[in-house]
């Protein structure tokens, strides 16, 4: 079955710091890769995706590129800031058709200090 | 647009009480998804439904059941609440087109906090 595996958290960083939050997936056929975040309080919203091998996705300020050889899709963002303390969770589809459900890897907490 | 609002957003049962929560959505999206987030295990999938008057079971649906008896609100019932869905839940949808999801952004709600003494 489908599954993703995310670094255990929780992380805290400098203000500025560089972040890498590590995502690998075991998936059937041809995923589709998603970075979701979850504000305090607040539901799940998209950060970005992927949805073939090598594809680049990218929004405010981070990134993460599908590496379909090493199975990861790992998300980094060169100088955070405080206001992205979060949740980040990746995820995918398996990309069949008629297939939509998201598989979660467990979340990630990120704690940046001023 | 308000997105995809869900009521209530806490709620405090004793075991074997009844429940539903209602989420709605008015971005006319065909899919609708309750999850639930518990610490450790991040979002699980408990039933959708790919429109209007369907409905399929997730990866956890036991103890729950759902409709979709409007495109535009998904209820999840709870028969009788046990301890184990003590849990935070959440709402999503998606757009479609000619049927299929693949691929497309869902859109949360901001989530129920339910506790089951």
């Known amino acids: 079955g489908n599954s993703v595996t995310q670094m255990e958290g929780p992380v805290t960083l400098s203000e500025e710091a560089f972040l890498t939050i590590n995502c690998t997936y075991t998936?059937?056929?041809?995923?589709?890769l998603f970075w979701y975040v979850q504000y305090p309080g607040e539901g799940l919203q998209l950060l970005l995706k992927?949805?073939?091998?090598?594809d680049k996705g990218s929004n405010k300020g981070f990134e993460a590129t599908y590496r379909k050889e090493t199975t990861s899709f790992h998300l980094e963002k060169g100088s955070v800031q405080v206001s992205d303390s979060a949740v980040y969770f990746c995820?995918?589809?398996?990309?069949?058709?008629?297939?939509?459900?998201?598989?979660f890897g467990t979340g990630t907490r990120l704690t940046i200090i001023p | 647009n308000a997105g995809v609002t869900q009521t209530p957003k806490f709620r405090v049962l004793k075991t074997g009480q009844s429940m539903t929560l209602l989420c709605a959505q008015d971005m006319n999206h065909e899919y609708m998804y309750w999850y639930r987030q518990d610490p450790g295990m991040g979002l699980r999938l408990i039933h959708y439904?790919?429109?209007?008057?369907?409905?399929a079971k997730g990866e956890v649906p036991d103890g729950y059941n759902v409709s979709r008896l409007k495109k535009q609100n998904f209820l999840l019932g709870l028969e009788s609440a046990a301890p184990s869905q003590t849990s935070v839940y959440f709402c999503?949808?998606?757009?479609?087109?000619?049927?299929?999801?693949?691929?497309?952004?869902?859109?949360f709600g901001p989530g129920t906090r339910l506790t089951v003494l």
């Open positions: 995820a995918l589809t398996d990309g069949s058709f008629g297939n939509e459900k998201l598989t």
């Open positions: 439904s790919v429109g209007e008057g369907t409905t």
């Open positions: 992927a949805t073939k091998a090598d």
């Open positions: 998936a059937t056929g041809y995923p589709s």
């Open positions: 999503a949808s998606s757009y479609s087109f000619k049927g299929l999801a693949l691929n497309n952004e869902q859109f």
